[in-house]
């Protein structure tokens, strides 16, 4: 599991995607690929699975759902070609 250090392209492009769009005070973005060597969707070079922790005002009010409408909506070129799976947890500051 990477989250910094040995960080990928699509890894890279998931952070600064959602740091852009969500300006989050927290954000975790976990390759957990290896976790699925051999499993369906498992690209050869890894950085198919992804984790995303994300904390940001932008989610106040609004339910899971819509939470996950947004993430999905922001990473929607990664979703539509190499993400397989993406794990979202994604709270307001006030959680």
Not at 46 to 63: M, P, Q, T
Not at 71 to 80: H, I, P
């Amino acid at each position: 599991m990477a989250e910094q250090g040995n960080i990928g392209a699509v890894q890279a492009r998931i952070r600064s995607k959602l740091t852009e769009g969500l300006a989050p005070l927290a954000l975790k973005v976990i390759d957990e690929s290896d976790k699925h060597a051999g499993h369906g969707g498992h690209h050869q070079d890894g950085e198919s699975h992804f984790r995303v922790e994300v904390v940001s005002e932008a989610f106040a009010g609004k339910k899971l759902v819509e939470r996950h409408r947004i993430v999905n909506t922001l990473l929607a070129e990664e979703l539509a070609t190499r993400v397989h799976a993406l794990t979202i947890t994604a709270r307001a500051p006030q959680e």
